[in-house]
């Protein structure tokens, strides 16, 4: 079973960056998706973000359109995230999700898309 390790998280002033990565322990195929997902003390898991492999189409949930940028490197199995102008709202539990191919019957943003996920890790962004 291919794993996904999280590594970036951590604490930051509201307006600092952070970056995340997540690498996965097997073959992520170029017919895959890799993303991210966050959790907020209290809220349901909420899309951040995903790249499409084959294509390198790249999709954003709404509240972070514009500050975070999502990449990936097939190659390595990985995914990135570089979060900016973090607020105190964006702090949650990051969840790295894939898939190996990519179904086409959900929405990028769709938890039962993804058929791997990460542990997660925090991120904690201060006033």
């Known amino acids: 079973q291919v794993q996904l390790v999280e590594s970036g998280g951590g604490l930051v002033q509201a307006g600092g960056s952070l970056s995340l990565s997540c690498a996965a322990s097997?073959?992520?195929?170029?017919?895959?998706?890799m993303g991210w997902f966050r959790r907020a003390p209290g809220e349901g898991r909420e899309f951040v973000g995903s790249?499409?492999?084959?294509?390198?189409?790249?999709y954003y949930g709404q509240a972070v359109q514009g500050r975070f940028t999502i990449s990936g490197d097939n190659a390595k199995n990985t995914v990135y995230l570089r979060m900016n102008g973090l607020q105190p709202e964006d702090t949650a539990v990051y969840y790295c999700?894939?898939?190996?191919?990519?179904?086409?019957?959900?929405?990028?943003?769709?938890?039962?898309?993804?058929?791997?996920w990460g542990q997660g890790t925090q991120v904690t962004v201060s006033s």
């Open positions: 097997g073959r992520i195929s170029s017919g895959g998706v």
């Open positions: 999700a894939a898939t190996t191919l990519w179904s086409g019957v959900y929405q990028f943003s769709a938890e039962d898309g993804y058929d791997l």
């Open positions: 790249i499409r492999f084959n294509n390198g189409n790249k």
